[in-house]
């Protein structure tokens, strides 16, 4: 079996280290020409479910690296104002199990992480233009002259899926309405003091008048400006993040993460063509009664760092007649960042795939069959993840309006402000936003095993 996996992010590197361990034949299409091109976003969230797949996917001292350069953990889930005022605040459990637990990681660093031990599997230069299906093949080719022909096609090439586009024209995408500006800013004495103790600590959502939001992260990891290990970390975390490769590859340092969001139209028609200080400007132009420090952050952000997001996500669909090719994360399932479970679903989308082919391998499923199966739980489990940050994030929501936005955002303080006094109740909500991250755990104990001679 030869599986052809068009696009190198997270989902398809993924499933290439458990088809890799598994002795199938797989190939990544990248189109980058480097390892470290491109931004690939700042923090994601990595949450159980993920770390399962991660944990079942990769060799087991590769995810022991994946834990060892995570940021440090979050101790609070905060909701601010404008002012950078406390409405609530949440602890976060600490776990010092490596796989049951949240990790806060660079989007950069773990693509670097992925990418090591995947050399003779990784093609970079390779943009895909369009596949060709036969009975017992697929031929994908590409923009280079080039060509590749396997048994399976899956697609892992984004929200902009040019194989979903040409295998399922009837799959759309839809704008939320939404525009989000991110950046970060080095973390240095300055603009560690920007930010208040809890905030430097957590993960702080602002909610602000007009429907604008934004995420504050302070990502602090166990190495320092110049790529080596911290003094006192020591033990097995100090010499994994010494003895990886992909350090070298990887220019994350310390900083403070922000992205910033509002209705398209609170912003300039030409948002999506501005770029660097432009960004910067606007981000300032639109937060004019906010906190001064917020508005320092923003100054000291640097700008080769600033991009916008078009915030869309997929319409959910039926079911199609599965074939010898298939799809995974963004490129069947966009979803909102509302919940924060784009990644980890991907993650689970090449869990479930790559064990429908090992039974494959094994001869105890005919291949389109087991891409059936995959296809079936994966619509159930990917388009209920949707719908759930769709409704986190849209500009149909009250909050957006101008009247009744600032009585829905007075009520919410409120209530929060309430809440915030009342433990238990505080307890019981934060229990419940976890539990979702997390929820497929019958992948827990799977393990690849080896194919028999």
Avoid at 85 to 92: A, G, T, Y
Avoid at 195 to 222: D, N, R, T, W, Y
Avoid at 353 to 376: G, M, P, Q, S, W
Avoid at 424 to 443: C, I, L, T
Wanted: proline residues 6%; contains cysteine.
């Amino acid at each position: 079996m030869k599986v052809l996996v068009i696009g190198g992010g997270t989902g398809g590197l993924a499933l290439a280290h458990g088809l890799k361990r598994a002795g199938i034949g797989v190939t990544v299409f990248e189109r980058d020409v480097l390892r470290t091109d491109g931004l690939h976003g700042y923090r994601v969230g990595i949450d159980p479910d993920g770390s399962r797949a991660l944990n079942a996917l990769l060799p087991k001292d590769l995810y022991d690296t994946f834990v060892a350069t995570k940021a440090r953990d979050p101790k609070y889930f905060n909701m601010l104002t404008e002012d950078l005022k406390e409405v609530l605040s949440m602890d976060i459990l600490p776990s010092t199990d490596p796989v049951e637990s949240e990790k806060s990681i660079s989007r950069m660093t773990l693509r670097q992480v992925l990418l090591t031990g995947l050399d003779e599997v990784v093609e970079f230069g390779k943009e895909f233009v369009r596949f060709e299906q036969r009975a017992d093949s697929v031929t994908a080719y590409f923009a280079d002259g080039s060509e590749a022909t396997g048994d399976l096609l899956v697609a892992a090439d984004g929200s902009g899926s040019r194989v979903r586009r040409q295998y399922l024209p009837q799959a759309k995408t839809e704008e939320t309405g939404i525009i989000a500006i991110a950046g970060k800013l080095a973390l240095t004495d300055e603009s560690a003091k920007l930010v208040p103790p809890k905030v430097f600590e957590g993960i702080s959502l602002v909610s602000a008048p007009h429907g604008i939001a934004c995420i504050i992260h302070v990502m602090e990891f166990q190495w320092d400006r110049d790529g080596k290990v911290k003094q006192g970390i020591g033990g097995n975390t100090e010499d994994l993040i010494r003895q990886w490769p992909g350090l070298q590859f990887d220019n994350t340092r310390d900083y403070i993460n922000w992205g910033l969001s509002a209705t398209a139209d609170k912003l300039p028609a030409n948002v999506m063509d501005l770029r660097g200080q432009e960004l910067i400007d606007l981000a300032l132009r639109i937060t004019p009664d906010w906190h001064p420090n917020f508005r320092r952050m923003l100054e000291l952000t640097d700008p080769g760092t600033c991009f916008p997001v078009n915030i869309s996500t997929s319409v959910p669909l039926d079911p199609w007649p599965s074939s010898n090719v298939t799809l995974l994360g963004d490129a069947i399932h966009t979803m909102t960042p509302g919940r924060g479970v784009g990644a980890n679903t991907a993650l689970r989308d090449a869990l479930l795939l790559c064990r429908k082919l090992i039974e494959v391998r094994d001869n105890k499923a005919e291949l389109v069959a087991a891409v059936h199966e995959y296809e079936a739980k994966m619509i159930e489990y990917g388009f209920d993840a949707v719908l759930k940050s769709r409704a986190q994030m849209s500009a149909s929501d009250p909050m957006h309006k101008p009247v009744i936005g600032r009585i829905v955002l007075a009520g919410m303080r409120t209530a929060m402000r309430t809440i915030n006094h009342l433990p238990p109740v505080k307890r019981r909500m934060r229990d419940s936003m976890m539990a979702y991250r997390g929820e497929g755990r019958d992948e827990a104990a799977f393990e690849i095993t080896p194919p028999v001679s």
